[in-house]
C-alpha cells in the first residue's frame, strides 16, 4: 500500500512536471519545481542543480532549500565531476569524495547536511549538468532513492533542452527582427490572409502607422497601394490572392498615401514563403521608395517636352526670316533686311540663352558649377541690367532704388547678374498689363538683402516653392502663354545659395511678386556647395 501511494506521488510530480514544461519555458522556475518534487521523494532537506559551462566547469543554476550564502560553498562539491558516465551507467555514476567533501563544507558552514545523492543531467550521453539531493538524517540514501531521482534528472535534461532550444529561437528571431528594422526599405511579414506579422521601422515611416497599429490589420488597410488613376490595387488586385505570387515573385507599383497627406511612390515586391510540406505560410513584401526615381523619370520627360518646344519656336522663326529672305524672286530694301536679321540675331540669342542655362543647369546638378570671387557692387549691377532691358518694354517702368553707401559683397559678379536678369526679366514677362518695377536693396543684420518686385500676374502660395525647381512653371492661362524652360529661378537660387545666402518670393494672385534674396556680408563660405574660385587678381593681392 505504502509502495503503491509512493509510486502514485511520483507519477503524480513527473505529470505536474511535464505540465509545468510545456506550459512555461522559463528554464529556472521548471528546474526549481524539480528540485523540490525530487526533495519530496527522496526525504531530503534541500537540493541542487548545477549546469555545464562553456568552459567546462560546473555552475549553479537552481536550488530548494539552501540559503543563497550557502550556494558558493556548495562550489566545491563540484569541481572534477567524472565526464563520462563509466560502466554502471546513471545508476553507477558517482562523484568521487563527494562525502568527505559535502563533510568540509558542513564543518567550515556549520549546515547541518548529512547525507548527499547526485545523479548527473544527460542529454545525448553527454553530460550536461548534476542534480543533488540533501539529506539530514542518519540514514543513507539508498539505490531505489537513486532510481528515482534518475526519473526526476530526466525531466530536467529535457526541460533544459527545450529551453536551449527556445532560447536560440528567441535568438535567431531577434536577430531576424533586427536585420528587418534595420533595413533602409519597408519589409512586412503577412500571414496567408494577408494580416500584418511585422512591420519595420522604415515602413512605419512611409505609410505613417505605428508598428503596434499595423500588427495583425490586414495589409490592404495599412499599405493602401495605389496605381497612377488612384485606384486601390490593394482592393482590386491583393497580391496574396494572386495566382502568381504563388508560383513566385510579384512586383507590384504605385504610391501609398499617408493620413497627412503626403505620398509615396512605391515599388512592392512579395515573396511566398513555403513549408516543408508546400504550404504557404508567410508571404515577404518589400517596399521600396522609388519617389526620387520617378521624380527623375518625370524630370526626363518634362526637360524633353520643354527643351523641345524651347528649341522649336527660335527655330521656326529663324527658319521663316532666312527662308523669306533668300527667295530669289524677291527683292528686300535695306530696312527690311535689317529688321529681319535682327528678329533672326534675337532668336539666336534666345537659343543661346537657354543653351547657357542648359549648360549651368546641367554643371550645377554634376557639382562643377565654378564662381570667379570678388568685391561686388550690388546697386551698380543692378541699374545695369535694368538699363538693358528699359528699352524693351514701353508699358514697365523699371526703378533702382539701394540706401547710399551699400556695403560690397563679396560673389561672383557675372553671376550676380545673372540673378538680375532672369528677375527683372520675369517681372517685365510676368506682368502682361505693365506697371512699376522695383529693384531694391537693404542692410540687414550679417548681410544685405535685395528685392525685385514687380505689379504683374503674381504666384499662388502652393506654388512659391515649386518655381525654383528645374522645369518648373506655374500652370495657368498667363504662364502658358509665356515662353520659358523654367530654369531661370532654379539657377537663381543655385546661385544665391553658392554665395551662402537665401532667396525666396513673397506674392499672391494678382498682387505682384516681390523676389528676394538675402547674401550674407562675410567671405563666400568655401564649404558652400558649388566650387568657389577666387579671382587671381585677388590671390596675387
Ligand atoms: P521661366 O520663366 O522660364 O518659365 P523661371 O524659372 O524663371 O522659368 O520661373 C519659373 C516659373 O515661376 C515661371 O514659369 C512662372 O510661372 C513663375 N514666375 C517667375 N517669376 C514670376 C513673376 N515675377 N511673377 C509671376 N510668376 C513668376
Known sequence: MYADDYRLRQREYLLQISRAMTSKLDMPSVLRLILGHAVDMLRGVSGLIALKEEDGSFSIRASYGLSPDLLPHLNALLGG????????????????????????????????????????????????????????????????DRQVL???????????????????????????????????????????QGRIQAFNVALSQMTGWAEEAAREQPCWRVLDLRDRNGDKLCRKSCPVKNSQLLE???????????????????????????DQQERLVNVLANVRDITRFREAEEMKSTFISVISHELKTPVAIIKGYVGTLRREDAHWDEKTLKES?????????????LIDNLLDA????????????????????????????RPQTQTHRIAVHFPPCFPLVQGDAERLEEVFANLIGNAIKYSPQGGGIQVGGQVGSGGVLVYVADEGIGIPKGEQENIFRPFYRVE??????????????????????????????????????RFVFFLPLQEVAEEGNLDLVRRETDSAG
Not at 105 to 121: E, H, K
Request: glycine share 12%; with cysteine.
Open 81 to 144: 565531476l567524472p565526464v563520462s558516465l563509466g560502466g554502471g551507467g546513471t545508476s553507477r555514476w558517482r562523484i568521487p569524495g563527494l562525502r568527505s567533501r559535502l563533510a568540509l563544507v558542513v564543518a567550515s558552514t556549520g549546515v547541518s547536511l548529512r547525507q548527499v545523492v547526485a545523479l548527473p543531467l544527460l542529454q545525448e550521453d553527454n553530460l550536461v549538468g548534476v542534480i543533488l539531493i540533501f539529506g539530514d538524517s542518519d540514514v543513507a540514501f539508498s539505490n531505489n
Open 150 to 192: 534518475a526519473s526526476f534528472a530526466d525531466q530536467a535534461a529535457i526541460a533544459m533542452q527545450n529551453a536551449r532550444l527556445y532560447q536560440d529561437l528567441a535568438r535567431e528571431k531577434s536577430r531576424l527582427d533586427a536585420i528587418i528594422d534595420i533595413s533602409a526599405d519597408g519589409v512586412m511579414i503577412l500571414d496567408p
Open 248 to 274: 513566385g515573385r510579384l512586383i507590384q507599383e504605385g504610391y501609398i498615401l499617408r493620413s497627412d497627406g503626403t505620398r509615396t511612390d512605391v515599388s512592392v515586391a512579395y515573396t511566398p514563403l513555403y
Open 341 to 353: 536679321l535682327a528678329s533672326v540675331e534675337e532668336q539666336v540669342d534666345r537659343l543661346n540663352h
Open 362 to 389: 546641367s554643371r550645377i546638378q554634376s557639382g562643377a558649377f565654378k564662381m570667379d570671387v570678388g568685391d561686388v557692387d550690388l546697386p551698380g549691377l543692378a541699374e545695369r541690367v535694368a538699363k538693358q532691358f
Open 476 to 513: 495657368g492661362d498667363a504662364g502658358q502663354e509665356t515662353q520659358g524652360a523654367g530654369l531661370g529661378l532654379y539657377l537663381c537660387q543655385a546661385i544665391v545659395e553658392a554665395h551662402g545666402g537665401r532667396i525666396w518670393v513673397e506674392s499672391g494672385p494678382s498682387k505682384g511678386s
